[in-house]
């Protein structure tokens, strides 16, 4: 059943972070960074394993993403997943630059520890990305 409220004021213990990332290393830095600040965390390798963890688990509060990806491209999982919940939010993070999609929050990597939650704390309380 898809959540119809944002998540403004939420805890981040309630709030459910997927990280997606075919970078076993940066996937797995992200997840401790989000992890440590209180967030529950999962991660995918992929868009594709992504998907199928939505499938068995439900739609995250927010996802965590690289943009290019084999199988199955960051964007190509935000529409889907936006698909089965529309108020997911979703922070794209890309080596290449950080205004390869209009009108959604990207942010550049490599970065820092500060720079990510910053980033994942603007997306969560976003009504509008």
Known sequence: MAKSSTNRGKPPARIRALVIDDNEL???FIEHVLRDAGYQTATAE????ARD???RTGAPDVVVTDISMPRMT???????VRQQRPDVKVL????YGSDLLEDEMCLQKPCTMRALLQAVSTVVRSADL
Do not use: K, P
Request: no cysteine; net charge negative; glycine share 14%.
């Open 53 to 55: 963890y939505v499938l």
């Open 92 to 95: 794209f993070l890309s080596g």
């Open 46 to 49: 992929d868009g594709i394993a």
């Open 26 to 28: 940066v996937r797995t």
């Open 74 to 80: 960051g964007n190509e999982f935000a529409q889907w």
